[in-house]
């Protein structure tokens, strides 16, 4: 555990993809990834030796600001964050922003679940890939899903993946956080993949479990 994060870039915006999309939300992205997917559109990310290592101090003083200034809560992604031990970051998280007054922030994460879990949250999008499937922890506890669409493998993916889920998680043995039936499962195209979206559009209208994700926050050109 440590006191300093490679840090990318933090800001205040609108979450723009799945669940959450059009919420007040708090972004640390966190660099390092060695998941190496060719589509990334944060590649800058990858690299955690060109980014700075900023004190978890100073990151939690700038989620207080964008709290006070309506952040609903803060997204923890990358790159992958879970290449870091993120449990004194969210501890740090918690008991800094908690009061008399006022819960602890929630906390978000998006990760590709191939790193073991640290930290705690209120809320895990699980964003797997196909080339370096996610660890048996992440098919159970998770919020939501995602899964994003280049082409037709993708999808089949997308529909082994649920199966494998549903076949070894039928019911859930925890708390109502990670129950089956609350589980949200969302395809979201590849951005300026015109073949993707087609094929994203046509497979929710042919699968109802699934639901459509895009990046909203690029059609409305904000961060």
């Not at 499962?185 to 087609?198: C, H, R, T």
């Amino acid at each position: 555990m440590t006191n300093f994060l490679p840090l990318v870039e933090q800001f205040h915006s609108l979450q723009g993809e799945g669940y959450h999309a059009g919420k007040s939300a708090f972004f640390i992205r966190l660099a390092g990834c060695k998941v190496g997917c060719s589509w990334c559109d944060t590649k800058h990310s990858w690299d955690e030796k060109k980014h700075p290592s900023i004190s978890i101090k100073n990151i939690i003083n700038q989620i207080k600001i964008a709290r006070e200034q309506g952040a609903s809560f803060c997204v923890i992604t990358g790159g992958e964050p879970l290449h870091h031990n993120l449990n004194k970051f969210c501890k740090a998280i918690k008991k800094e922003t908690s009061g008399e007054q006022q819960n602890p922030i929630k906390i978000h994460i998006e990760t590709s679940g191939v790193n073991s879990i640290s930290g705690i949250y209120d809320w895990i999008t699980l964003s797997p890939k196909r080339h370096l499937p996610p660890k048996n922890y992440f098919l159970e506890h998770f919020n939501e899903i995602k899964i994003i669409i280049n082409d037709k493998k993708d999808l089949e993916f997308a529909k082994e993946i649920r199966k494998e889920i549903i076949k070894k998680f039928p019911t859930s043995r925890l708390d109502n956080k990670f129950n089956q039936q609350d589980k949200r499962y969302f395809v979201q195209p590849a951005w300026d993949n015109e073949n993707g979206l087609s094929l994203t559009i046509d497979f929710v209208k042919n699968n109802p479990d699934w639901n459509l994700s895009l990046q909203t926050h690029k059609y409305l050109k904000i961060k």
